[in-house]
């Protein structure tokens, strides 16, 4: 995995990120999803290294091999402005002042929060299977808690963790064959242990409350995403299914944003890169 790349611990402060990085042209910083690592990125990150980029793979906090914030009441340790603020850091750090930005699942919502607290940081954003945490909030029904119904379950107390460390390989699914193996062996690692799964639920705590607060505060104050935007969904989840056509939700959230359907599963990483490195390519 990862021809080319770099392999790190960098101390960015309150928490030390693993991070792979390789290439010598523009920025691109990739933001992986629940419950995946940087490694979720080894069919496509090599593809933009090919193409020029400077690629930069890091675990985000509390993920994978980077260091677990200490849970707190109120989970801003876990929001995501502060896994916003590393990133920036991580990428001041390496030498990056500005860079463009993917971001997938969990690792989307932490994009979004880094264009709108970063202003002039990002030149283009790429958010993967996303619209805001508030957005999904605001139109949750029982469909959609039948659906995300693990949404709420992770935000209780304590529960969660007991009922995943149980059996986290049954709990999670994910194959070798369907991740390819290096990848699996290192995501499952992950999910092994106590300390990562905990971190891992924090992020949805984050998401209910603190950073669901963040984003109205940002709709109250008409902050929106001012740079190009490209979404794309996965075409075999249940984002259409839910909302229609994504890009609708989007408006008034961002001022240039297009997008389309990856004839994909969710990690379309894994299940699509040829396709998805297309799409990036086309785009940054």
């Not at 849970?71 to 502060?82: F, G, I």
């Not at 986290?168 to 995501?187: C, I, L």
Request: glycine share 8%; proline share 6%; with cysteine.
């Amino acid at each position: 995995m990862f021809e080319g790349f770099e392999e790190r611990h960098i101390d960015v402060g309150s928490c030390s990120l693993f991070v792979r990085y390789g290439g010598e042209g523009p920025p691109v910083l990739l933001l992986h999803g629940h419950p995946r690592t940087s490694a979720t990125w080894h069919r496509v990150a090599p593809q933009l290294l090919n193409a020029g980029f400077s690629v930069v793979c890091p675990d985000l906090p509390g993920y994978g091999q980077s260091s677990k914030p200490a849970p707190t009441t109120d989970h801003a340790a876990h929001s995501k402005r502060a896994t916003a603020r590393h990133m920036v850091a991580l990428m001041a750090e390496l030498g990056h002042e500005q860079l463009r930005l993917v971001g997938h699942d969990r690792g989307s919502y932490t994009a979004l929060r880094l264009v709108l607290d970063y202003p002039g940081t990002v030149s283009k954003v790429a958010l993967l299977d996303c619209i805001p945490i508030s957005e999904h909030l605001a139109r949750a029904d029982a469909r959609f808690a039948t659906k995300w119904w693990h949404w709420f379950f992770y935000a209780q107390p304590d529960i969660p963790e007991r009922v995943i460390m149980a059996d986290p390989d049954s709990w999670y699914g994910g194959s070798a064959a369907a991740m390819g193996q290096e990848n699996y062996d290192e995501w499952r690692r992950a999910i092994h242990n106590p300390d990562t799964v905990r971190a891992m639920l924090e992020d949805y705590r984050a998401g209910l409350t603190i950073d669901r607060q963040h984003e109205e505060a940002d709709r109250q104050a008409g902050r929106a995403v001012t740079v190009p935007l490209l979404l794309l969904w996965s075409l075999r989840d249940d984002l259409v299914d839910l909302y229609g056509d994504p890009l609708r939700v989007w408006e008034g959230w961002a001022t240039d944003v297009r997008g389309h359907g990856v004839d994909s599963g969710h990690h379309m990483a894994e299940e699509a890169p040829d396709e998805l490195s297309s799409a990036l390519l086309g785009f940054l």
